[in-house]
């Protein structure tokens, strides 16, 4: 049986320790591993992050090939993951926020199939996976929350697949769109404002389109007034048209560009 991870008392400090992160403190706890948990539980998973880590933007967290030893709950800031094939050709296989858990897809065979790059300055929560394997082994509802990530990250690969295969470029773009508005509602953001943190480019990447598309059909929403977009920062004034468009809608008006 695993020994139980004490909590350490407030008064006992290390000199040069890393600066720790307080799950209890942090305003996306509810989205993270600590959802559902008691304070003590908190405080018990507190004590095994190992630091809080800086990564600038265009930085790399880990690359492809890298030993996988820690999971990082994203505690601001974007980053994007990234995979690249024997021609040098990226697909991106997703982007995150605060409150989501990266490497989770190299636990299976212990290393790292993507690059985890920052979009912009980042902060994230460094957990070590052994111990929180031996956490969660204590901790009833840690494991369950632990479970409901993985399962909210296969559903998001789920989506991508759909978006690839069977949606329109109108479509594809639509849905994302609506997506990252629910994810920024979800941590009490606004849901019809907001910034693309990401590229064209990035954008083309993880719906399978090309730079060429994504500013065509971004150009129509805007003639539509489904969306106000200046730059990168981007105003939805007709979340029904959007909604409608999502669902195989307004093929005519909209003909894909893939």
Same mark, same amino acid.
């Given at each position: 049986?695993?020994?139980?991870?004490?909590?350490?008392?407030?008064?006992?400090?290390?000199?040069?320790?890393?600066?720790?992160?307080?799950?209890?403190?942090?305003?996306?706890?509810?989205?993270?591993?600590?959802?559902?948990?008691?304070?003590?539980?908190?405080?018990?998973?507190?004590?095994?992050?190992?630091?809080?880590?800086? !990564?600038?933007?265009?930085?790399?967290?880990? %690359? *492809?090939?890298? =030993? +996988? /030893?820690?999971?990082?709950?994203?505690?601001?800031?974007?980053?994007?993951? !990234?995979?690249?094939?024997?021609?040098?050709? %990226? *697909?991106?296989? =997703? +982007? /995150?926020?605060?409150?989501?858990?990266?490497?989770?897809?190299?636990?299976?065979?212990?290393?790292?199939?993507?690059?985890?790059?920052?979009?912009?300055?980042?902060?994230?929560?460094?957990?070590?996976?052994?111990?929180?394997?031996?956490?969660?082994?204590?901790?009833?509802?840690?494991?369950?929350?632990?479970?409901?990530?993985?399962?909210?990250?296969?559903?998001?690969?789920?989506?991508?697949?759909?978006?690839?295969?069977?949606?329109?470029?109108?479509?594809?773009?639509?849905?994302?769109?609506?997506?990252?508005?629910?994810?920024?509602?979800?941590?009490?953001?606004?849901?019809?404002?907001?910034?693309?943190?990401?590229?064209?480019?990035?954008?083309?990447?993880?719906?399978?389109?090309?730079?060429?598309?994504?500013?065509?059909?971004?150009?129509?929403?805007?003639?539509?007034?489904?969306?106000?977009?200046?730059?990168?920062?981007?105003?939805?004034?007709?979340?029904?048209?959007?909604?409608?468009?999502?669902?195989?809608?307004?093929?005519?008006?909209?003909?894909?560009?893939?």
């Amino acid at each position: 049986m695993s020994p139980v991870i004490p909590i350490t008392p407030a008064n006992a400090t290390k000199s040069c320790a890393p600066v720790a992160a307080k799950c209890s403190l942090c305003s996306f706890n509810r989205l993270c591993l600590p959802q559902g948990l008691a304070e003590d539980d908190i405080a018990r998973l507190d004590q095994i992050i190992a630091r809080r880590r800086r !990564v600038s933007r265009d930085e790399t967290l880990y %690359q *492809t090939g890298d =030993g +996988f /030893h820690s999971l990082y709950a994203v505690r601001f800031g974007h980053f994007k993951t !990234v995979q690249v094939n024997q021609r040098g050709e %990226q *697909t991106i296989g =997703g +982007f /995150h926020m605060a409150g989501d858990l990266l490497g989770m897809e190299a636990i299976g065979n212990g290393q790292h199939s993507c690059n985890a790059v920052a979009l912009e300055d980042s902060e994230v929560c460094e957990i070590p996976f052994s111990r929180l394997q031996e956490l969660v082994m204590q901790i009833p509802g840690l494991l369950q929350q632990f479970h409901r990530t993985m399962s909210r990250e296969i559903q998001r690969e789920q989506s991508v697949m759909l978006f690839l295969s069977h949606m329109r470029a109108e479509q594809r773009l639509a849905m994302f769109l609506l997506n990252l508005a629910g994810r920024y509602a979800q941590r009490g953001y606004s849901s019809t404002s907001f910034q693309l943190r990401m590229s064209r480019e990035d954008i083309g990447g993880y719906l399978g389109l090309t730079v060429e598309s994504v500013s065509r059909q971004l150009a129509r929403l805007r003639q539509d007034g489904s969306i106000v977009l200046n730059n990168r920062d981007l105003r939805i004034i007709d979340r029904n048209k959007l909604e409608v468009m999502s669902s195989g809608g307004m093929a005519q008006e909209f003909a894909a560009v893939a």
